[in-house]
């Protein structure tokens, strides 16, 4: 018997999937995620030519709750030396599976879920770790992943201030200039530190394998969501930031033999495994406690997990099969 499936473009995914759509989908995908409503081995990861790229598979299956069962897996390649070529450097695809049969039931362009998932879980994260009255952001970088952060957390604050720094001059002022009329006040500097001293929440969504910002910066308060920094051996936050704040992670399995930020702190001895306070996941199931004053600095860090992509690209086809849109192809 031939199989049918879908297949849905990155500008089929766009259409379908809104900020607010995902910010409430990847909480959902978190809790499930916590409360063992998933089966998600940690991602395996091949490295490519040295290691200067990596292959990663993930799949996830989630189990029918407050929504239907899902099924499926997501291929992702990081390519850093793409950006030479005009290609993105992250690409991936997403396969969705029938969980009653197997079967395929649709392949999907990944990046751009991955790209936006990222950001909707990173908001998840401030709206229950960042001060209620949070209304400043520092934006450490300026690639795709600064433009959906800006989306997702001007969703969930309401921001009077924006200020980006990355390396490159000329990028970062293109990034301004092209979201200027997302938030009423952004501008880019020309030191990192000035960006994060005084911003109520800071984001770090870097390529870079060292620390790039300083923990004498941070001020009282403040929450830290460290999206970059995703190997073993890299960490992009100041390892006593990391020691003096409350961590939360995605996922601490994944997180404890996938961050550096963590691993290396650990094998330094600045703390142990325990100084993961606990998972997002947790923190929406009301398992585990978050923030507890005014003046403690919170860090989450992100390491993407399959069922974020996973319950993303459900929902996305889903809404393809209302809307009729995509190509149906057959095995």
Known sequence: MAIRFRILTESDVKSVLTMDDLIETMASALKSFSTKRVEQPVRAVLSVDGNHAFFGTMP???????SSASLGAKLVTVFEQNHAKGVPSHLASILLLDPETGALRALLD???????RTA??????????????AKSLAIIGSGVQARSHLEALSRVHALKQVTVWSPNKTHREKFVA???????????????????VGADVIVLVTSSPEPVI????VKPGAHVISV?????????????????????VDSRDAALVESGDLMMGIQEGRFGPDHVAGELGQLVAGTVDGRTSDTQVTIFKSLGMAV???????????????????????L
Not at 60 to 66: E, K, L, N, S
Not at 120 to 133: D, F, I, M, Q, Y
Not at 308 to 330: F, I, S
Request: aromatic share 6%; hydrophobic share 40%; net charge negative.
């Open 60 to 66: 996830a299956y989630v189990r029918a709750g407050d």
């Open 178 to 196: 092209d979201c200027r009329g997302q938030t009423p006040d952004i501008s880019a500097v020309d030191h990192a530190g000035e960006a994060v």
């Open 228 to 248: 970059g920094a995703c190997r073993p051996n890299q960490r992009e936050i100041d390892p006593a930031l990391t020691a003096r704040a409350k961590f939360f």
């Open 308 to 330: 974020e992509d996973v319950m993303a690209a459900d929902l996305a086809y889903r809404r393809a099969v209302e809307k009729g849109l995509g190509k149906e192809m057959e």
């Open 110 to 116: 990944g990046r751009y879920i991955t790209e936006a």
């Open 120 to 133: 909707a879980v990173s908001a998840v994260s401030s709206r229950l770790l960042a001060r209620k009255t």
């Open 214 to 217: 300083d923990n004498g910066w």
